[in-house]
């Protein structure tokens, strides 16, 4: 099984309630199988840059002209977005790391999410929607935030966020671990629900590891 993770959090691990819960989920899914193959990406450490005009010329007009040759400064422009769709081409599950800012994924994830999510890269406009052009088959996302989320909170950007744009692309099994109630100053229960959300991030990791052994 090839994984690839992606985190957008600037903190170290210690202070950082979404990469120790990435931690421990990667923990638990090599210790049950240790033949996952990761690739990490931080995201501060690789920025993505964002969204340009150059970028968008050399990703759509393709699309809307075949006979279209993208300049130097275009295909420049491609290449962040070329080198990270080729880990998410190369890979069987997705996996995202990040708190929650001002009721969404900060502005790294989305810068990401914008190279990558691209048409000839991670899949083809048809006239039946769009064909994927990845193998991807499940997305692990892994959150922090201060505040409670309730399901289906109209607050929550952020989730909304990642089912619909990865939906869009062929990628419907979203999978949840949320350590909500971060914030000590707003809740009183702040280890508890972390805790319990390193054992949902524990659970993910084993439900993957047995669905892979069964394949």
């Given at each position: 099984?090839?994984?690839?993770?992606?985190?957008?959090?600037?903190?170290?691990?210690?202070?950082?309630?979404?990469?120790?819960?990435?931690?421990?989920?990667?923990?638990?899914?090599?210790?049950?199988?240790?033949?996952?193959?990761?690739?990490?990406?931080?995201?501060?450490?690789?920025?993505?840059?964002?969204?340009?005009?150059?970028l968008?010329?050399?990703?759509?007009?393709?699309?809307?002209?075949?006979?279209?040759?993208p300049?130097?400064?275009?295909?420049?422009?491609?290449?962040?977005?070329?080198?990270?769709?080729?880990?998410?081409?190369?890979?069987?599950?997705?996996?995202?790391?990040?708190?929650?800012?001002?009721?969404?994924?900060?502005?790294?994830?989305?810068?990401?999410?914008d190279?990558?999510l691209?048409?000839g890269?991670?899949?083809?406009?048809?006239?039946?929607?769009?064909?994927?052009?990845?193998?991807i088959?499940?997305?692990?996302?892994?959150?922090s935030?201060?505040?409670?989320?309730?399901?289906?909170?109209?607050?929550?950007?952020?989730?909304?966020?990642?089912?619909?744009?990865?939906?869009?692309?062929?990628?419907?099994?979203?999978?949840?671990a949320?350590?909500?109630?971060q914030?000590?100053?707003?809740?009183?229960d702040?280890?508890?629900?972390?805790?319990?959300?390193?054992?949902?991030?524990?659970?993910?990791?084993?439900?993957?590891?047995?669905?892979?052994?069964?394949?």
């Open positions: 099984m090839n994984i690839l993770h992606v985190c957008a959090n600037p903190k170290p691990t210690e202070q950082s309630v979404s990469k120790q819960m990435a931690a421990r989920f990667f923990g638990k899914l090599m210790e049950l199988n240790p033949d996952v193959v990761l690739n990490n990406v931080d995201l501060y450490q690789e920025k993505p840059p964002y969204y340009s005009n150059d968008y010329r050399r990703m759509w007009n393709p699309v809307f002209d075949p006979t279209y040759e300049t130097k400064a275009e295909e420049a422009a491609a290449n962040y977005a070329t080198k990270q769709a080729e880990l998410f081409k190369t890979s069987d599950v997705l996996v995202l790391t990040m708190p929650m800012w001002n009721f969404s994924a900060p502005g790294v994830m989305k810068a990401w999410m190279q990558v691209a048409p890269l991670v899949f083809e406009p048809t006239d039946d929607g769009p064909k994927p052009l990845h193998n088959t499940a997305l692990v996302l892994l959150v935030s201060g505040g409670i989320y309730k399901e289906d909170d109209n607050r929550d950007a952020l989730s909304r966020q990642i089912n619909a744009a990865f939906g869009f692309i062929g990628i419907n099994d979203i999978r949840i949320w350590a909500d109630g914030n000590p100053m707003y809740c009183s702040c280890a508890v629900r972390r805790d319990m959300a390193f054992e949902a991030a524990e659970e993910l990791a084993e439900d993957l590891a047995e669905e892979s052994a069964s394949e």
